[in-house]
């Protein structure tokens, strides 16, 4: 027969083992969610970024001018001889 504080010790040990496993294991898979959702939003943010490019492309006039005030190569002087030149 076993002792009663033996068998206590085991129980006790078996039970601590399977809360850390439980909890641990919640715990990464809150890790690899959290990972999949920033992977997920660097992704959707490339993806923005590249559209934007696209669509800059796109909506350039064929003369090269920029006409977009926020675009960091916008010269006001070459848009008004353009105009100035087209009207």
């Known amino acids: 027969m076993v002792n009663p504080v033996r068998n206590v010790a085991r129980w006790s040990a078996l ?7 439980f909890n641990h294991h ?3 898979v809150a890790q690899e969610a959290k990972r999949a959702e920033e992977i997920k939003k660097v992704k959707h943010e490339a993806l ?3 559209a934007k490019v696209e669509w800059t ?3 350039t006039p064929a ?3 920029i006409t977009d005030p926020e675009n960091p190569g916008f010269d006001l002087e070459k848009v008004l001889i353009h105009y100035s030149e087209t009207a």
């Open 15 to 21: 039970v601590a083992g399977l809360a850390y496993g």
């Open 26 to 28: 919640n715990t990464l």
């Open 48 to 50: 923005i970024a590249k």
């Open 57 to 59: 492309k796109m909506n």
């Open 63 to 65: 003369g090269g001018i």
